[in-house]
């Protein structure tokens, strides 16, 4: 059930962002933005709105995991500034995971061990009492 809750949580919040970075692009159809930048035409079809999601998706995808291909670029200083916050939003989300389950594994790992080694301790002391 954690899982599914999770995954629901991603796709909306991804789809969030997606809706965050397409808007200025569709906003100022007139002008430098990144939707000019590839020569995009929409007829506002579900076909074109489906295409606009999937070339968010990608932009947003390849920009928070940091391959970033430079195929499409942010082309003023508002879509500038929205990279600009998904990036340290990347970078504040990645360090909250290493803090959470960084640490919560390593002690779990760490108390695991511990508790098998103190029974290994235990078994011996015990055999030598015999």
């Not at 390849?62 to 340290?88: C, H, R, W, Y």
Request: hydrophobic share 45%; glycine share 6%; net charge positive.
């Amino acid at each position: 059930m954690t899982l599914i809750r999770a995954s629901f949580v991603f796709l909306a919040a991804l789809n969030l962002i997606i809706a965050i970075w397409v808007f200025p692009g569709e906003i100022s159809k007139h002008g430098e933005n990144w939707l000019t930048a590839i020569n995009y035409q929409s007829n506002d079809t579900p076909k074109d709105i489906s295409d606009l999601w999937l070339l968010g998706a990608f932009f947003i995808v390849t920009t928070i995991t940091s391959v970033g291909f430079g195929d499409i670029l942010p082309k003023n200083s508002k879509e500038m500034m929205l990279v600009m916050a998904f990036q340290v939003c990347k970078k504040i989300l990645q360090i909250l995971n290493i803090i959470v389950f960084g640490n919560n594994n390593y002690c779990c790992y760490s108390k695991s061990n511990l508790l098998y080694t103190e029974g290994k301790h235990r078994e011996t002391n015990e055999s030598k009492r015999s």
